[in-house]
């Protein structure tokens, strides 16, 4: 796995290569949040996409979600070369280091155990810019 920091807008995939873009959105009147995801291939087609409310929990716990739900996506439809993009940093980090702590270490522990299939996940940091069509099916739940 390895982390790279990506321009301000979003930048299609190699060829053969699919794209997973994340976010979390929090909804400050009453705390709750909610992910969303999706997945492209390298012309930049829409593959699959998710919305999710999460109820109410951490950043970086909708953040884990948001990359679980994508990665079993992606399993499910037989993908064998993707690249995670997240604008959550302290993440991307943690998924680079084995290092998440605290309560979303169970999540953290599922998205490891997705790793270990025969496929290629790569994980990186983008700027929020590159990272809008992710941000909006966050925001589609949040209530």
């Given at each position: 796995?390895?982390?790279?920091h990506q321009h301000a807008?979003?930048i299609?995939?190699a060829?053969?290569?699919w794209?997973?873009?994340?976010d979390?959105?929090?909804?400050p009147?009453?705390?709750?949040?909610s992910c969303?995801?999706?997945?492209c291939?390298?012309?930049?087609?829409w593959?699959?996409?998710?919305?999710?409310?999460n109820g109410?929990?951490?950043?970086?716990?909708?953040?884990?979600?948001?990359?679980y739900?994508s990665?079993?996506?992606?399993?499910?439809?037989?993908?064998?070369?993707?690249?995670?993009?997240?604008?959550?940093l302290?993440?991307v980090?943690?998924?680079?280091?084995?290092?998440?702590r605290?309560?979303?270490?169970s999540?953290?522990?599922?998205?490891?155990?997705l790793?270990?299939?025969q496929?290629h996940?790569?994980?990186?940091h983008?700027?929020?810019?590159?990272?809008?069509?992710?941000?909006?099916l966050?925001?589609l739940d949040?209530h």
């Open positions: 796995m390895v982390v790279r807008q979003w299609p995939p060829p053969g290569v794209k997973i873009n994340v979390g959105a929090h909804n009147s009453d705390g709750s949040v969303g995801g999706v997945i291939n390298s012309t930049g087609l593959i699959s996409g998710f919305s999710k409310f109410n929990c951490t950043t970086l716990d909708t953040e884990f979600w948001a990359i739900e990665l079993e996506c992606a399993l499910n439809l037989n993908a064998e070369n993707i690249v995670v993009e997240s604008d959550n302290e993440v980090r943690s998924l680079l280091n084995n290092g998440a605290g309560p979303y270490s999540l953290f522990t599922s998205i490891m155990n790793l270990r299939y496929w996940v790569e994980f990186r983008v700027f929020r810019e590159g990272n809008r069509v992710s941000d909006a966050a925001k949040s």
